[in-house]
């Protein structure tokens, strides 16, 4: 590798942790908000959070990887893989992202079956269920008639 490759590696490397560096800050940011307002006695307003913030940061990850990776290649053919990790990281970090909204969603629709398979405690579909709730209702009435008498 030549010295122009160890000046675009570096390259590479500083922007991609002032990208981060970006991210961490306006991460604390939030933070010191949230604190300020805890301090004060106020809520922090939660919005409702689909799951699409993380689905748009993956895809704009994963591309801005994929980017940096066909920037690199034309660049130094003769050792590229080592300067394709700079394009690797973020791609890997994307897909991880993709991966999480995936199986996030996956959980909520499991959620949901589960939700609609519960029944309200008075809703009855067919007369079979009726009988055997009135059925269970005289088992009990015995059981707490025996209990008194004893």
């Not at 010295?3 to 939030?30: D, P, S």
């Not at 050792?79 to 995936?102: D, E, K, Q």
Request: hydrophobic share 50%; charged share 20%; net charge negative.
């Amino acid at each position: 590798m030549n010295m122009n490759g160890y000046h675009l590696c570096i390259g590479g490397l500083g922007a991609f942790l002032i990208v981060f560096g970006l991210i961490a800050f306006l991460r604390y940011l939030r933070h010191k908000e949230i604190i300020a307002l805890a301090e004060q006695g106020l809520p922090y307003p939660e919005n409702e959070n689909s799951g699409k913030d993380m689905l748009r940061w993956g895809i704009g990850i994963t591309a801005i990887g994929l980017a940096l990776i066909a920037g690199v290649l034309p660049l130094a053919m003769q050792n590229a893989w080592a300067l394709t990790l700079i394009g690797l990281v973020p791609v890997f970090f994307g897909l991880a992202l993709l991966l999480v909204y995936v199986l996030t969603q996956m959980d909520g629709e499991e959620e949901d079956m589960v939700e609609e398979e519960v029944e309200e405690p008075g809703q009855v579909e067919n007369l079979d269920q009726a009988e055997t709730a009135y059925e269970e209702i005289d088992i009990i009435d015995a059981i707490e008639e025996n209990v008194d008498d004893c």
